[in-house]
């Protein structure tokens, strides 16, 4: 079993902060690649950025230049900094994890349950 517990969600003004943090724990052998995604109201979920073990990293670009992930491969935790944030970044947000749970075994991806991010004035 694994588990994904993500914090960091709320309210914020055009313009503000926030940090999105994503921890897994259980049967884990290995984490290949971390990510978070979004889904606003009435939208298709959609990539906002992942990052592999080794630090390589994807955004989309909407995001970009604004938003930074991040991983501590010591806590298998995920950092999702959202910096100068839109209203159009308004959605529920989703970490993402592909784990080897044995040795020898191909990665599964695991979703966490989601942290709303509300940015309104």
């Known amino acids: 079993q694994v588990q994904l517990v993500e914090s960091g969600g709320g309210l914020v003004q055009p313009g503000g902060s926030l940090r999105l943090s994503c921890a897994a724990s259980?049967?884990?052998?290995?984490?290949?690649?971390m990510g978070w995604y979004r889904q606003a109201p009435g939208k298709e979920r959609e990539l906002v950025a992942a990052?592999?073990?080794?630090?390589?990293?994807n955004y989309a670009d909407s995001v970009k230049g604004r938003f930074t992930i991040s991983i501590d491969n010591a806590k298998n935790t995920v950092y999702l900094q959202m910096n100068s944030l839109k209203l159009e970044d308004t959605a529920v947000y989703f970490c993402?994890?592909?784990?080897?749970?044995?040795?020898?075994?191909?990665?599964?991806?695991?979703w966490g349950k989601g942290t709303l991010v509300t940015v309104s004035s």
């Open positions: 259980g049967s884990i052998f290995r984490i290949n690649a």
């Open positions: 990052i592999t073990r080794d630090g390589s990293t």
């Open positions: 993402n994890v592909e784990i080897v749970p044995t040795p020898f075994r191909d990665g599964v991806h695991y």
